[in-house]
Structure formats: structure tokens, C-alpha cells
């Protein structure tokens, strides 16, 4: 279990800007859902204000989907997904945020993993890496060592075996050795998703997640994972404590949306829908 009290009670003069202001950098033709999933994880989690910065050909479907989102229209690329010009719009609207997703659904044009692999040295917010944003960092994996500060790594076995070049099966073979040993060599808080998710902090913390449920094994539930924790650093949680909590709430909430609905056929919506009570229930743990 996790410890109660990370994710306090609200004060009453709360507000929207009090929050956190997250950007979500995500989605590319065909997978406009993955950005969804992922800004909804940051809205259900509680941030104040959330941007979805999208290829410009998304915009209007993005808007009947996420109503309580803005967005930023950027340059796309002929198939579709974020293009190189965008990065000195992107980087501005960076500074005025508390918090980064970067990775949900983006493709791996090689256009956007080179605009991914510009960008990330330009930001000074916390940030949460996911997907293909992860896959840009295949073939520079040394990047991370310039990062201007730590950041949070979400793969799934695949993702992290692309970036130390082994195959998944080698990977879920020693889980918490390979997340240990890769955040302390590139300063990063790693959270190695899959059944007992490890978080592993570059200090040499570790925890290992005791909640979720194989119905979780659906497509979208890792998006809205990244998303939740960047809006728990939204909300000013340090890296280990965001990325620990997210894990926990996000196993909480599929195993709630489970007794509610079943595993088979449980959907990465479900699960963001119980995010509340996710919150709910764990706020109630008592002290």
C-alpha cells in the first residue's frame, strides 16, 4: 500500500489556477485518442487546466471530444502528425505550465520524433514521457542526460526494451533490477508499467504498485496513466510521489471500474470515469 496524505484535501480558496496548468503534448492521425485518454487522465486527477496541443487537422473532432480542455492548433505534417515548425510555439507555451506530457499517440514520423527529440532539452517544467515519445528517444537515449531537470519515464516492457535494446521477454524477466539500474544512469523516475508496475527513483527508491486488475490490459489505459501523472505534478507533487500515486489511483481505479463492470471488455474510459472516487477512497485511508 501507499501512504495516505500525499494528494491533501483541497483548502477552500482553491481555484483553477491553484491547480496546475498542464500541457499535453499528444496525438496524430489515427490516434486522436490516445490524446484524449491522456488529457482526461490529467482533468480526472484534478488539474485546473488542461492544453492539448494537437496537429491542426485534429482541432475539430479533438473539441466535440474534450469540452473542459483548450487546445493549441499546431503545424501537422502531410500524414497527419506534429510538425518541426511547431517547436518554437510549443517551447513558449511550455513556460507557462506546471507540468508536461509528452508522447500519447504522436507516431513515429520521423518529422515529430525529431521535433520530440529538440524539444525535450527547451523544457523546464516537469515532465512525464510516454509512448512514442519514448520511442523518439530510441536512437538517443543519451539525450535524457541533458534533460534541465528529472523527469518521469512510463513505459510498458516494449517501450523500455527499445531503449536498453533487449526484447520485452528479457525485460519482464528482471523488472525492478532494469528500472533501478536505468533511473539512477539517467537521472530519471522510471515506472515500469505492467502487472506489480516498479517505480524506481534515481536516489535508488522503489516502489512496486499493488493495485489494478488484468482488464486493465486494454488499450488506452497507459495514456490516461500519463496523464494523470502529469497532473499530479500539475498539483506541485514531487516526481517520486506523482508517479507512485498515479500508479496507485490508476490500479484503484480499474480495479473499481472492475467490480463495477468486469474485467472482459473493460475500457480505458471506464477507468478514467472512477478516477474520483479513486481520489475518494484513497483520501479516506486513514493516517
Request: charged share 20%; proline share 7%; net charge neutral.
Amino acid at each position: 500500500m501507499i501512504e495516505p496524505g500525499l494528494l491533501p484535501p483541497r483548502p477552500p480558496d482553491a481555484h483553477k489556477g491553484t491547480a496546475g496548468r498542464v500541457f499535453v503534448l499528444a496525438g496524430s492521425s489515427g490516434m486522436s485518442g490516445a490524446a484524449a485518454l491522456c488529457t482526461t487522465g490529467a482533468l480526472r486527477v484534478g488539474a485546473g487546466l488542461v492544453t492539448l496541443g494537437i496537429p491542426k487537422s485534429l482541432h475539430h473532432p479533438m473539441v466535440e471530444k474534450l469540452t473542459e480542455a483548450m487546445f493549441r492548433v499546431l503545424p501537422e505534417t502531410k500524414e497527419g502528425s506534429l510538425g518541426l515548425q511547431g517547436l518554437p510555439e510549443i517551447a513558449s507555451a511550455i513556460e507557462h505550465m506546471d507540468a508536461v506530457a509528452i508522447g500519447p499517440g504522436l507516431s513515429q514520423h520521423s518529422q515529430t520524433k525529431t521535433l520530440v527529440r529538440q524539444l525535450l532539452p527547451k523544457i523546464a517544467k516537469p515532465l512525464v514521457l510516454d509512448a512514442d515519445g519514448l520511442n523518439a528517444l530510441a536512437e538517443e537515449v543519451d539525450l535524457l542526460k541533458k534533460l534541465s531537470l528529472p523527469s518521469i519515464l512510463t513505459p510498458h516492457p516494449g517501450e523500455m526494451g527499445r531503449l536498453i535494446r533487449l526484447s520485452p521477454e528479457d525485460v519482464q524477466r528482471d523488472r525492478q533490477r532494469i528500472a533501478v539500474e536505468f533511473a539512477k544512469k539517467y537521472h530519471v523516475i522510471v515506472a515500469l508499467k505492467g502487472h506489480a508496475t516498479v517505480v524506481a527513483d534515481y536516489e535508488g527508491s522503489v516502489y512496486v504498485n499493488d493495485t489494478g486488475n488484468p482488464g486493465m490490459a486494454s488499450g488506452g489505459c497507459g495514456d490516461v496513466l500519463t496523464g494523470m501523472i502529469a497532473g499530479l505534478l500539475g498539483q506541485h507533487l514531487a516526481l517520486f510521489d506523482a508517479a507512485r500515486l498515479g500508479v496507485h489511483l490508476h490500479g484503484l481505479a480499474g480495479d473499481l471500474a472492475a467490480a463495477d463492470r468486469g474485467e472482459i471488455g473493460l475500457l480505458a474510459s471506464d477507468l478514467a470515469d472512477r478516477i474520483p472516487q479513486a481520489i475518494r477512497q484513497y483520501q479516506r485511508t486513514p493516517t
